[in-house]
Nanobody, 126 residues
Framework: QMQLVESGGGLVQAGDSLRLSCLAS????????MAWFRQAPGKEREFVAV????????RYEDSVKGRFTISRDNAKNTVYLEMTSLKPEDTAVYYC???????????????????WGQGTQVTVSS
C-alpha cells in the first residue's frame, strides 16, 4: 500500500480558500489514481474529487464542482485540493486516497480505494 500524509487543513471563514496537500510514498506514484474524500461528524465518508495518474482526467462531486480543483505534481509525489468559496457545509475531515485500479467512471465508493491518509480537519465558520 501507498503511504499518504495530508496537510493544509485549518479553520477558515465562509468564502475563504484553502489548499490541501497529500504527499505519497512507498509506491510508484504514477501508477495510482488519487482522490479526496471527506467525512463530517455523524455522516458517511463521501467522495469529493479524483484525478487519473496523468492528471489529465478529473471528476468531482456535484456540490464542489466549480469551487474545488484537484491536481497532482508527479515530480513531487503530491496531490492537491484547491478549495475556494468555502461553505460551512464543507466542514469535515478530508482524506487523501489512492488506488491503482479504480475507474474514474465508477461509483467512487470509499471501498474502491486501497490506501488512505490519516485525514486533515477543515472547519468553515459562517
Amino acid at each position: 500500500q501507498m503511504q499518504l500524509v495530508e496537510s493544509g487543513g485549518g479553520l477558515v471563514q465562509a468564502g475563504d480558500s484553502l489548499r490541501l496537500s497529500c504527499l505519497a510514498s512507498g509506491r510508484t506514484f504514477t501508477n495510482y489514481a488519487m482522490a479526496w474524500f471527506r467525512q463530517a461528524p455523524g455522516k458517511e465518508r463521501e467522495f469529493v474529487a479524483v484525478i487519473n495518474w496523468q492528471g489529465l482526467h478529473t471528476r468531482y462531486e456535484d456540490s464542489v464542482k466549480g469551487r474545488f480543483t484537484i491536481s497532482r505534481d508527479n515530480a513531487k509525489n503530491t496531490v492537491y485540493l484547491e478549495m475556494t468559496s468555502l461553505k460551512p457545509e464543507d466542514t469535515a475531515v478530508y482524506y487523501c486516497a489512492a488506488d491503482a485500479w479504480v475507474s474514474l467512471g465508477g461509483k467512487m465508493d470509499a471501498a474502491d480505494f486501497s490506501s488512505w491518509g490519516q485525514g486533515t480537519q477543515v472547519t468553515v465558520s459562517s
